[in-house]
C-alpha cells in the first residue's frame, strides 16, 4: 500500500477534500500550493510550477503524487497549454526527480483522441505526457463531483441567491455526479491495487440524471424561478463574461457524456453513494 502521498492543487476542491479524507485514514500527505494558504491537513509546501530546485527533495520518498491542479476556462493570462498541459508535464518530472512512482491524474469525462473542445485536447494532452511518462499512472475521467463546496453547487447556489436559476437549453442532457467522499475513497484503492496500473477510467456515480431533474432535487421545493434560455443566448452571455456558465461549461453540457459506470464500480468493489442523499446533507435548504 502506498501511504504517503504529495497532492498539487491542494486547496482546491478535490485537492482539500481527498487530503483531509486521506490523512484521516492514516495517510501521510503533503499538499503543493501555489499561494501562502496552508492545507487544512499534513504538511505545505508554496509551489509555483512545480518545477522549483529544491522541491523534489523535500518529497523525495513520498509514494504516490495526486495530481489535482487544472482549470476549466481560460482567461488571457492563464491558458489551458501553461496550466493544464505544462504543469502535468512538471509533475511528471518532478515524480522523476523525487523518485516518486506512482501518478494519479483527474482527466474529464468526455475527453479523448478525437476531442475538438479546447478544454478536453488540454486535458487529452496532459493525459498523453502521464501515459508515455514511464511512471505507473492512473488517469480518471471525471464528470462533476459533488460535495459540501463543489464548483457546480456553488454556481447553483449563486443563481439560488439571486432568486433566478438558469437552464440552458432543453436541460435534458445528462451527467453521473460523483461524491467526492467516493472519490477519496477509490484514490485508496488505486494507491492500494496493481489493478488500477497504468489504466484511465471514467470516475462517474451511480446515478445518469438530466441537468433539469438535478436542479429540481438542488432546490428541494424552494420557490426559485427556474428560467429557461436558448444555447444561442446561452453562449452569446458567456462570450461576453456574463451569465453563470463559461464557453467551455456549455459545450461539456450539452456534450450529454455518460461513463462507464459498470467498469468502475467492478474494479474497486464498494458501494458508491448516489446524488440524492448528497444534496440532501449539504444543509443548503
Ligand atoms: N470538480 C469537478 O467536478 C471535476 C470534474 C472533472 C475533472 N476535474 C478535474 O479535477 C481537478 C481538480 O478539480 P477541482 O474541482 O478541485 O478544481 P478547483 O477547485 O478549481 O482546484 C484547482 C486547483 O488547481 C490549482 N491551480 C489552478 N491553476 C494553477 C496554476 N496556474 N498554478 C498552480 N496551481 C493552479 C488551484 O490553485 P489555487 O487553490 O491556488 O487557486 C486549485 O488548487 C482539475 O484538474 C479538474 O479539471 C474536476
Given at each position: 500500500m502506498n501511504r504517503s502521498v504529495v497532492i498539487t492543487g491542494a486547496n482546491g476542491f478535490v485537492g482539500r477534500n481527498v487530503g483531509m479524507f486521506l490523512s484521516k485514514n492514516g495517510f501521510s500527505t503533503i499538499g503543493l500550493v501555489r499561494k501562502g494558504r496552508s492545507v487544512p491537513f499534513g504538511k505545505t509546501i508554496t509551489t509555483g510550477?512545480?518545477?522549483?530546485?529544491?522541491l523534489a527533495s523535500k518529497i523525495k520518498g513520498s509514494d504516490a503524487l495526486l495530481h489535482f491542479i487544472g482549470q476549466g476556462k481560460q482567461t488571457v493570462d492563464s491558458e489551458y497549454g501553461s496550466v493544464n498541459v505544462s504543469l502535468a508535464k512538471n509533475a511528471v518530472v518532478l515524480c522523476k526527480r523525487a523518485k516518486i512512482k506512482k501518478i494519479i491524474y483527474i482527466s474529464g469525462l468526455?475527453?479523448?483522441?478525437?476531442?475538438?473542445?479546447g478544454y478536453f485536447i488540454s486535458k487529452y494532452k496532459a493525459e498523453q505526457e502521464i501515459v508515455h511518462s514511464g511512471l505507473d499512472y492512473t488517469i480518471f475521467r471525471a464528470s462533476y463531483i459533488i460535495g459540501r463546496d463543489d464548483p457546480l453547487s456553488q454556481n447553483l447556489q449563486q443563481q439560488v441567491k439571486k432568486g433566478q436559476m438558469i437552464i440552458p437549453g432543453s436541460g435534458n442532457y445528462r451527467f453521473q455526479p460523483i461524491f467526492i467522499d467516493d472519490v477519496s475513497r477509490v484514490i485508496i484503492k488505486t494507491l492500494s491495487?496493481?489493478?488500477?496500473?497504468n489504466k484511465i477510467i471514467d470516475l462517474v456515480g451511480p446515478d445518469i440524471v438530466s441537468y433539469n431533474t438535478f436542479v429540481k432535487e438542488f432546490l428541494h421545493g424552494k420557490k426559485i424561478k427556474i428560467k429557461k434560455i436558448d444555447f444561442e443566448s446561452a453562449y452569446h452571455d458567456a462570450l461576453h463574461n456574463k451569465?453563470?456558465?463559461g464557453v467551455d461549461d456549455l459545450s461539456i453540457m450539452a456534450g450529454d457524456y455518460i461513463g462507464n459506470y459498470k467498469k468502475l464500480a467492478g474494479l474497486v468493489g464498494m458501494k458508491f453513494t448516489k446524488y440524492g442523499p448528497v444534496l440532501e446533507a449539504r444543509g443548503l435548504f
Open positions: 510550477t512545480l518545477s522549483e530546485p529544491g468526455g475527453v479523448d483522441k478525437s476531442s475538438t473542445l491495487g496493481k489493478k488500477f496500473s451569465g453563470p456558465f
